[in-house]
């Protein structure tokens, strides 16, 4: 089994700029794909970034690319997701995921991943 832990959301403003971090424990995870998803309220789980294991490769969703900046430290078993010029439509719950299969692509579909984390509250006000 593996757990993850999201930490680092919060309230700011339009403009602002916060760091999320994802934990994961129990399991080695580090040649694993990892991501980062987000879902507002009455809207489904979308895909906002992914990270192979060796941080070769990433992907973004064109909502979040050139603001947001995904990076992993296998040493930590930590992810990050730098999220910059934060606007309104970025107010969601973010969750961590971890795709258990030997691969080095990124998926951006949520089935694709096995594990979750309980997520962090992002909220940005206007």
């Known amino acids: 089994q593996v757990q993850l832990v999201e930490s680092g959301g919060g309230l700011v403003q339009a403009g602002d700029s916060l760091r999320l971090s994802c934990t994961a424990s129990?399991?080695?995870?580090?040649?694993?794909?990892m991501g980062w998803f987000r879902q507002a309220p009455g809207k489904e789980r979308e895909f906002v970034a992914g990270?192979?294991?060796?941080?070769?490769?990433?992907h973004y969703a064109d909502a979040v690319l050139g603001r947001f900046a995904i990076t992993r430290d296998n040493t930590k078993s930590q992810i990050y997701l730098e999220m910059n010029s934060l606007a309104p439509e970025d107010t969601a719950v973010y969750y961590c995921?971890?795709?258990?299969?030997?691969?080095?692509?990124?998926?951006?579909?949520?089935?694709?991943?096995?594990?979750w984390g309980q997520g962090t509250q992002v909220t940005v006000s206007s």
């Open positions: 995921a971890l795709r258990w299969k030997i691969t080095h692509t990124i998926s951006i579909q949520p089935n694709e991943y096995a594990y």
């Open positions: 129990g399991r080695t995870v580090s040649t694993y794909s």
């Open positions: 990270i192979t294991w060796d941080s070769g490769r990433t």
